[in-house]
Nanobody, 122 residues
Framework: QVQLSESGGGLVQDGGSLRLSCAAS????????MSWYRQAPGKQRELVAS???????NYADSVKGRFTISRDNAKNTVYLQMDSLKPEDTAVYYC????????????????WGQGTQVTVSS
């Protein structure tokens, strides 16, 4: 059993900052690309940022220059530093990662966190 647990969401004013964390726990052999998604009310879930196990990053155009994704492989944790927040960043933020749980046979589980609410007030 693998769990992804997010923390760090909350209410912040326009222009403020928040740092999200997502820690994986349980039976873990390795973790692939770790990602943050978000879903605003009435909208589809969208990819915000991702980071490979080697540290290569990718960002949605809407957050480039404002958000920074990082990971600590020793702690099985991914972070999302969010600066210059805007009201349109308001959403539930989810972390996602493919987790290898066994090697023989190789079994990978696509894991999601429970989500953390980020609200940016104008």
């Amino acid at each position: 059993q693998v769990q992804l647990s997010e923390s760090g969401g909350g209410l912040v004013q326009d222009g403020g900052s928040l740092r999200l964390s997502c820690a994986a726990s349980g039976r873990i052999v390795s973790i692939g690309t770790m990602s943050w998604y978000r879903q605003a009310p009435g909208k589809q879930r969208e990819l915000v940022a991702s980071i490979t196990d080697a540290g290569s990053t990718n960002y949605a155009d809407s957050v480039k220059g404002r958000f920074t994704i990082s990971r600590d492989n020793a702690k099985n944790t991914v972070y999302l530093q969010m600066d210059s927040l805007k009201p349109e960043d308001t959403a539930v933020y989810y972390c996602n990662a493919p987790v290898v749980v066994t090697t023989l046979p190789r079994l990978t589980k696509d894991c999601w966190g429970q989500g953390t609410q980020v609200t940016v007030s104008s």
